[in-house]
């Protein structure tokens, strides 16, 4: 695709309930990172994938959090039992190749948990 | 640990210049900079590879220290367009940990 494309845009969710944010990169893109971004806050580092592979999983905040990509492509972020703190836009980006290129960011998933 | 950023803040007249630092606690091999306006996403600046690298977008330049592990951002001539929230992000030596960000900086560019 032209770019970095996240679903949903928004998500609003019940307290308890498990959610599934999708992230499609850029064709060709081998790295892949999810980040999470609460109000006026910095880019928190959540996970990053070289290919189908998380060499580093220790940013995910808690084991309610997983993360898959699958074919090199589709990665998509679950958050199982979510709690009102989990409420943030949800970011995903791209590059090629590596980590030291030009990374590509999605518009993101505002996950708002009433 | 994510890389840390000063000053947290600040507010120039358009036209006045601004620096913006970046410190590391890791042995680094790249240095990025991202500029995020509000509402939107991220969006790429420059990357620094090399210790001694200085690059340059438009009017914004940044150089990369190695032996220091730092970072700084020029913004020359500011221009109402520069406003919005910088980051500096690190791939340490390695590069298993990914890219990670610092807090970011807010610029605000008054006429």
């Known amino acids: 695709g032209a770019g970095v494309s996240q679903s949903p845009s928004n998500k609003v969710t019940e307290k308890g309930k498990d959610v599934e944010l999708r992230c499609d990169p850029i064709?060709?893109?081998?790295?892949l990172y999810w980040y999470r971004q609460s109000l006026g806050q910095g880019l928190e580092f959540l996970i990053y994938?070289?290919?189908?592979?998380?060499?580093?999983k220790s940013g995910l905040p808690s084991d309610r959090f997983s993360a898959e990509r699958t074919g090199g492509s589709v990665s998509t972020l679950t958050i199982q039992r979510t709690q009102q703190e989990d409420s943030a836009v949800y970011l995903c980006a791209s590059s090629q190749m590596t980590v030291n290129t030009e990374a590509f960011f999605g518009q993101g998933t505002r996950l708002t948990v009433v | 640990q994510q890389p840390v950023q000063s000053p947290q803040a600040v507010i120039l007249r358009e036209g006045e210049d601004a620096v913006i630092n970046c410190s590391s606690s890791k042995a680094l091999y790249s240095v990025h900079w991202y500029r995020q306006k509000h509402g939107e996403a991220p969006v790429f600046l420059m990357i620094l590879l090399k210790g001694g690298e200085q690059m340059r977008h438009e009017k914004i330049s940044a150089s990369f220290n190695e032996k220091k592990q730092q970072s700084s951002l020029y913004l020359t001539a500011s221009q109402l367009s520069y406003s919005g929230t910088y980051f500096c992000g690190e791939v340490p030596i390695g590069g298993a940990d990914g890219l990670t960000f610092g807090k970011g900086t807010h610029l605000i560019i008054q006429p």
């Open positions: 994938f070289q290919g189908n592979s998380a060499p580093d």
């Open positions: 064709s060709g893109h081998t790295a």
